[in-house]
C-alpha cells in the first residue's frame, strides 16, 4: 500500500505563484517514479509533470518555463512549483504513483 497526499493548493490571482507538495507513506520503496496530473471541470485529466529516481524530469510541453517538478528523497516529498499562474491552470492537481496509486488531489482556483 502506498498512500499520497497532496496539500499547496488555494486560490491566487493570475501571475502568482505556488508550490504543491505531495508526500507518500506506506511501502515507498517500490515507487521509481511519480507524477502531477490535473483535470479542469468538463476536461479530461492530464499529465503535468514526472520525475523519476533516476533524476530525469519532464514537464508538459504547454507548462513548460512556468511549472517545475522537483522531489526530496529524505522527505519522501515531491513538490510542483506553478509560477506565473493564469485562469486555466485551474484544476484539481492529483499526485500519482505507478502502478496506479493517486492521492486526493488539491485544489489549484486561479482568478482573473
Known amino acids: 500500500q502506498v498512500q499520497l497526499v497532496e496539500s499547496g493548493g488555494g486560490l491566487v490571482q493570475a501571475g502568482g505563484s505556488l508550490r504543491l507538495s505531495c508526500t507518500a507513506s506506506?511501502?515507498?520503496?517500490?515507487?521509481?517514479?511519480m507524477a502531477w496530473y490535473r483535470q479542469a471541470p468538463g476536461k479530461e485529466r492530464e499529465l503535468v509533470a514526472v520525475s523519476s529516481n533516476d533524476g530525469t524530469t519532464h514537464v508538459a510541453e504547454s507548462l513548460k518555463g512556468r511549472f517545475t517538478i522537483s522531489g526530496d528523497n529524505a522527505k519522501n516529498t515531491l513538490y510542483l512549483r506553478m509560477n506565473t499562474l493564469r485562469p486555466e491552470d485551474t484544476a484539481m492537481y492529483y499526485c500519482a504513483a505507478p502502478p496506479g496509486w493517486w492521492g486526493r488531489g488539491t485544489q489549484v482556483a486561479v482568478s482573473s
Open positions: 506506506g511501502i515507498i520503496f517500490s515507487i521509481n517514479t
